[in-house]
């Protein structure tokens, strides 16, 4: 027997600092907060939503991306852990907006790439995450 997953249920990324990546993911993409600790949060709350570690949650369609604020280095996808994380996006025309937003902002990419079985557009986080928005072929 074996387990049979449906779905990756969320994603957290250690962060270096909070604020200046809080600052990117919601501009890029404007997710919506999930779980975050309130400024006026109550010992009960702050105790319920210790799992954040000073950090958010975003909502991600069905899944959710956390920010975790612990680290003290830069990423390398060279590291046993995380390689990347894939964004799916509908079509080759979000990925040519996506591109735009990219430049528009100054955030370094790898252009978009045809991969046969889609297209990729490639790019880092603050930290140096590799970040990534795919597009399936038609």
């Known amino acids: 027997m074996q387990i049979t997953p449906r779905a990756f249920a969320h994603v957290r990324l250690t962060v270096t600092d909070i604020d200046r990546s809080r600052a990117f993911y919601e501009d890029l993409f404007g997710l919506p907060v999930a779980f975050e600790l309130p400024a006026d949060a109550d010992d009960r709350t702050r105790e319920e939503l210790s799992f954040l570690y000073g950090g958010v949650i975003y909502q991600l369609g069905d899944s959710l991306l956390g920010l975790r604020p612990v680290a003290s280095d830069r990423f390398s996808e060279d590291r046993v852990g995380l390689d990347h994380v ?9 990925l040519e907006a996506a591109l735009r937003v990219l430049d528009d902002r100054g955030i370094p990419n790898a252009g978009i790439k045809d991969i046969g079985a889609g297209w990729i557009l490639e790019f880092r986080d603050p930290d140096n995450i590799a970040l990534e928005l795919f597009a399936p072929a038609s």
Do not use: H, I
């Not at 894939?86 to 979000?94: K, L, N, Q, T």
């Open 86 to 94: 894939s964004f799916a996006v509908s079509g080759r025309d979000d």
